[in-house]
């Protein structure tokens, strides 16, 4: 299932959710910081499968410490 990014339109809350094609919320889900569903989804990246170790290759082997957000 993709994860599309979303903003409330409300509080200015930027989110992600992962949203099942089905979802009748999929273009306006609630917003966990207000529970508006004053929300937009963003037309931003695409399913970023492949976010780890690509582009920049930093010096460090085995860097494998944090990273998670
Ligand atoms: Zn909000």
């Known amino acids: 299932m993709p994860i599309y990014e979303y903003h409330c339109s409300n509080c200015g809350k930027e989110f992600e959710k992962l949203m099942g094609?089905?979802?009748?919320?999929?273009?306006?889900?609630?917003?966990p910081e207000c529970q508006s569903d004053n929300t937009n989804r963003r037309l931003s990246r695409?399913?970023?499968?492949?976010?780890?170790?690509?582009?920049?290759?930093?010096?460090s082997s085995c860097g494998s410490s944090g990273g998670f957000s």
């Open 21 to 31: 094609f089905s979802d009748p919320n999929i273009n306006s889900p609630e917003c």
């Open 46 to 59: 695409v399913a970023s499968f492949s976010s780890r170790g690509s582009g920049f290759s930093s010096g």
